[in-house]
């Protein structure tokens, strides 16, 4: 079993939608969550930074930690073609430790 | 003004050559990391490198060997290429090891034939 655990998708939604991702994890000792995005052919980039539990908003971008249920959770508002894309959950022990990603899942948000 | 930058993009060769990926990066950061995401996604952490000095060393086969210069520059050279370690290959780096500040390369796509 991997320690994040994240549906590949694709999650298809149309325009407009509230795109909802999620990702578990089995290692109670993580502490540090991060959303990133990663366009096709393209290296990831940094969404969303999260530490502990709680709540985090961006725009259109609200990032959900609930470390009871190991559980976090990206919300995208108002979603755009250009949402279009991976999304990776990753999270840390530390601040300055080794990422451990999830899959990744594909969204496709057609117009 | 690319922050992290790789070289080659694509990469094809054959079974059993020695090929190096390079990385460099200008965003002033002391910290540099190796990654493989497969066919199926998943990105690794392979190596991470501090001022130059090794600081993270996963389970990664012998035949890869990170070599850094420099702070700004990290190489990944390969030996003995076999069919799986057809991957994208990316470099990122980072402000002391913060995971916050992690900025990634655009990837090198190995192809091993």
């Known amino acids: 079993q991997k320690e994040v655990e994240q549906d590949p998708g694709p999650l298809s939604v149309p325009e407009g939608a509230i795109v909802s991702l999620n990702c578990t994890y089995s290692?109670?000792?993580?502490?540090?969550f991060m959303w990133y995005r990663q366009y096709s052919r393209k290296g990831p980039e940094l969404l969303m930074y999260?530490?502990?539990?709680g709540n985090k908003e961006d725009g259109r971008f609200t990032a959900q930690v609930d470390k009871s249920s190991k559980y976090i959770s990206l919300f995208i508002r108002d979603s755009q073609p250009s949402d279009s894309a991976t999304y990776l959950c990753a999270m840390t022990t530390d601040s300055w430790g080794k990422l451990q990603f999830g899959a990744g899942t594909q969204v496709v948000v057609t117009p | 003004d690319t922050a992290v930058s790789q070289t080659p993009k694509y990469l094809v060769t054959q079974m059993g050559n020695d090929k190096s990926i390079k990385c460099e990066q200008n965003?002033?950061?002391?910290?540099m990391y190796w990654y493989k995401q497969d066919s199926k996604k998943f990105l690794k952490i392979m190596f991470s490198y501090n001022n130059k000095e090794l600081i993270i060393n996963e389970t990664v086969p012998n035949r890869f060997s990170p070599k850094s210069p420099d702070k700004a520059h990290l190489n990944l050279h390969i030996n003995s290429l076999e069919l799986g370690d057809s991957a994208v290959y990316f470099c990122a780096s980072s402000l002391r090891a913060r995971a916050d500040t992690q900025y990634f390369g655009p990837g090198t796509r190995l192809t091993v034939l």
């Open positions: 965003l002033g950061h002391d910290t």
């Open positions: 290692n109670s000792a993580f502490q540090y």
């Open positions: 999260t530490y502990s539990s």
